[in-house]
């Protein structure tokens, strides 16, 4: 199975800063990594597939990057409604895998 | 709208057996290959299941196989996931979600399992 190593589990920011979320891959699954948001009282949200390509109703200030086996989650200015957990995911093969979450907190 | 709506959640004890059902609208399920997510309490997302758009094929993770069976209904448009030997580990919230070529794009609101004696 692959393994995804998300980083770092918890993240505090102001409203208007960017911040970047990091998930390895344990070997490479070329570009087909995911985003998801998840928060309270909500469906989960898919954010990004394929590594970089925004999910229709994303956001512009996400934006994904990264193939083989290093990805990153970077979200510029960030607004009040962004700060929920975020997970990242394979989709190259079966089992899918997820990474372990980055909670993302105002500071 | 895309709505996904989980039932069948509840306590059960170590051993004996559930049924998830996921019912959907506002698109063609038919069309669509079909998954079950789960999320045990305070840890993160772990995919469970996946089954093809016309049921031919599916897919487990190696901790449910010969325990739990993915199946489908196109005429009722509806998913489920039946849950037989169940541990205290498969306590969790379990989410249905539409599988586009592994990219679940979206998610019910889940519904929660709780095997426990």
């Known amino acids: 199975d692959v393994q995804m190593t998300q980083s770092p589990s918890y993240l505090a920011a102001s409203p208007g800063e960017s911040v970047s979320i990091s998930c390895k891959a344990s070997?490479?699954?070329?570009?087909?990594l995911a985003w998801y948001q998840e928060k309270p009282g909500k469906t989960n949200k898919l954010l990004i597939y394929?590594?970089?390509t925004l999910q229709s109703g994303t956001p512009s200030r996400f934006s994904g990057s990264g193939s083989g086996t290093d990805f990153t989650l970077t979200i510029r200015s960030l607004e009040p409604e962004d700060f929920a957990v975020y997970y990242c995911?394979?989709?190259?093969?079966?089992?899918?895998?997820f990474g372990s979450g980055t909670k993302l907190e105002i500071k | 709208e895309v709505q996904l709506v989980e039932s069948g959640g509840g306590l059960v004890q170590p051993g004996r057996s559930l049924k998830l059902s996921c019912a959907a609208s506002?698109?063609?399920?038919?069309?669509?290959?079909m998954a079950w997510v789960r999320q045990a309490p305070k840890k993160g997302l772990e995919w469970v299941a996946t089954?093809?758009?016309?049921?031919?094929?599916?897919y487990y993770r190696d901790s449910v196989k010969g325990r739990f069976t993915i199946s489908r209904d196109n005429a009722k448009s509806t998913l489920y996931l039946q849950m037989d030997s169940l541990r205290s580990e498969d306590t969790a919230t379990y989410y249905c979600?539409?599988?586009?070529?592994?990219?679940?794009?979206?998610w019910g609101q889940g519904a929660s399992v709780t095997v426990s004696s």
């Open positions: 394929s590594g970089s």
């Open positions: 070997k490479s699954i070329n570009t087909y």
């Open positions: 089954i093809s758009y016309d049921g031919s094929s599916t």
């Open positions: 506002g698109f063609t399920f038919s069309d669509y290959n």
């Open positions: 995911q394979q989709h190259n093969e079966y089992p899918l895998t």
């Open positions: 979600a539409t599988d586009a070529t592994g990219v679940m794009d979206a």
